[in-house]
């Protein structure tokens, strides 16, 4: 049976996650859930208030700030690094709080930013949901006007007014704050060319990491968010769900990570080296100073929070433990040394 894209559907079992998020002991997992409530409380504050957001968009102001597009697999560490990077850099971001306005974000931040401050580095997510009203956001809300509601495929045929239109937020966004901008969003991974088409001043910040760590994550992710090891999850995911080989669900996630890593170079084959940063999550976690360093290198626009780098950040533990079955791990690499690139990393995660 050949596999099949997971359906749009992108939970199979919400009331099934809900209970699982409540026993994960995870403090980003509670704050989640109670994101959730505000955001439907905070509705007809939203649709008030989407009146002045059109009328701010349209007055079409442009500051030249560079909007950091942070990207990569799911489960290759572009959470962390976003939290970082929000932390450690002078640049705005979707914050959760910014998410309880997905009609009228840059009005609502702007009147209620105050309560999102950030007083202390914070990296506790649970896959890729952040505590703390100041926790940065992947704003599906609002990349959802131009790329559709899937979480797991964006829209790639949009109209050249939706991508004026997309321009022009960012233009706005950028102009009222007063500083670049930086968002994480895997999604963007497979619309990469179209969003740096849309927004001249982007820049793309990719993250890689051993793909057989990924699997393993993506693996675990599918049992803690949809209860299933058969269900897919995430970016490209697939699933063969009537297939008898119980190992199935190895080859789905892998061939989903090559998918993913095959159309990522293809997309930034058609995007200027000069607008891409690439960093790994195992040299980014062993030494995030350099990381950031060599980001604000090579987007010079941008500066660095010297104070807080040096009184705060540190190297992060590096997850390389292989918690798989043997079964599961011998199937991972084999699967995975079939694709250009992949031996050595297989190799080295199997030491």
């Given at each position: 049976?050949?596999?099949?894209?997971?359906?749009?559907?992108?939970f199979?079992?919400?009331f099934?996650?809900?209970f699982?998020m409540l026993?994960?002991?995870?403090?980003?997992?509670?704050?989640?859930?109670?994101?959730?409530?505000?955001?439907?409380a905070?509705r007809?504050?939203?649709?008030?208030?989407?009146?002045?957001?059109?009328?701010?968009i349209?007055?079409?102001?442009?500051s030249?700030q560079?909007?950091l597009l942070?990207?990569g697999?799911?489960?290759?560490?572009?959470t962390?690094a976003?939290q970082?990077?929000?932390?450690?850099?002078?640049?705005?971001?979707?914050?959760?709080l910014t998410?309880?306005?997905?009609?009228?974000?840059?009005?609502?931040?702007?009147?209620?930013?105050?309560?999102a401050?950030?007083?202390?580095?914070?990296?506790?997510?649970?896959y890729?949901?952040?505590?703390?009203?100041?926790?940065?956001?992947?704003?599906?809300?609002?990349?959802?006007q131009?790329l559709g509601?899937?979480r797991?495929?964006?829209?790639?045929?949009?109209?050249?007014?939706?991508?004026?239109?997309m321009?022009?937020?960012?233009?706005t966004?950028?102009?009222?704050?007063g500083?670049?901008?930086?968002?994480?969003n895997?999604r963007?991974?497979?619309?990469?060319?179209?969003?740096?088409?849309?927004?001249p001043?982007?820049?793309?910040?990719?993250?890689?990491?051993?793909?057989?760590?990924v699997?393993?994550?993506?693996i675990?992710?599918?049992?803690?968010?949809?209860?299933?090891?058969?269900?897919?999850?995430g970016?490209?995911?697939?699933?063969?769900?009537?297939?008898?080989d119980?190992?199935a669900?190895?080859?789905?996630?892998?061939?989903?990570?090559?998918?993913?890593?095959?159309e990522?170079?293809?997309?930034?084959?058609?995007?200027?080296s000069?607008?891409?940063?690439e960093?790994?999550?195992?040299?980014?976690?062993e030494?995030?100073?350099?990381?950031?360093?060599?980001?604000?290198?090579?987007?010079?626009?941008?500066r660095?929070?010297?104070?807080?780098?040096?009184?705060?950040?540190k190297?992060?533990?590096v997850?390389?433990?292989?918690?798989?079955t043997?079964?599961?791990?011998?199937?991972v690499?084999?699967?995975?040394?079939h694709?250009?690139?992949?031996?050595?990393?297989c190799?080295?995660a199997?030491?």
């Amino acid at each position: 049976m050949k596999s099949r894209i997971a359906p749009s559907a992108n939970f199979k079992n919400p009331f099934g996650l809900l209970f699982r998020m409540l026993t994960s002991g995870k403090r980003a997992a509670y704050a989640a859930l109670a994101h959730e409530a505000i955001r439907i409380a905070s509705r007809p504050l939203d649709a008030l208030l989407a009146g002045r957001e059109a009328r701010t968009i349209s007055a079409n102001k442009s500051s030249g700030q560079p909007v950091l597009l942070l990207v990569g697999a799911p489960r290759s560490g572009t959470t962390l690094a976003y939290q970082v990077l929000s932390r450690y850099l002078d640049v705005s971001y979707f914050s959760n709080l910014t998410s309880f306005f997905p009609r009228s974000p840059i009005s609502g931040s702007q009147m209620f930013g105050w309560l999102a401050r950030q007083h202390r580095a914070d990296f506790d997510n649970f896959y890729g949901q952040t505590a703390g009203l100041s926790g940065p956001n992947d704003g599906f809300a609002i990349w959802n006007q131009w790329l559709g509601d899937d979480r797991f495929a964006p829209r790639t045929d949009l109209s050249s007014d939706e991508l004026r239109s997309m321009c022009q937020f960012f233009d706005t966004w950028t102009a009222t704050f007063g500083k670049p901008f930086l968002n994480k969003n895997n999604r963007n991974t497979s619309c990469l060319d179209q969003l740096c088409l849309a927004i001249p001043n982007a820049r793309c910040i990719v993250i890689r990491r051993n793909p057989v760590l990924v699997a393993q994550s993506l693996i675990k992710a599918r049992e803690q968010v949809q209860g299933d090891k058969n269900v897919g999850w995430g970016l490209k995911a697939h699933e063969n769900a009537a297939s008898e080989d119980r190992l199935a669900y190895v080859d789905d996630v892998c061939d989903q990570i090559v998918q993913i890593e095959q159309e990522l170079d293809e997309q930034l084959s058609r995007i200027p080296s000069d607008r891409v940063v690439e960093v790994t999550y195992e040299g980014f976690c062993e030494n995030p100073i350099a990381a950031l360093r060599e980001i604000v290198s090579q987007i010079p626009q941008v500066r660095l929070r010297e104070d807080l780098i040096e009184a705060e950040l540190k190297p992060f533990r590096v997850s390389s433990v292989i918690s798989l079955t043997s079964d599961e791990h011998r199937r991972v690499l084999r699967r995975l040394e079939h694709y250009s690139g992949a031996r050595e990393s297989c190799r080295t995660a199997s030491n």
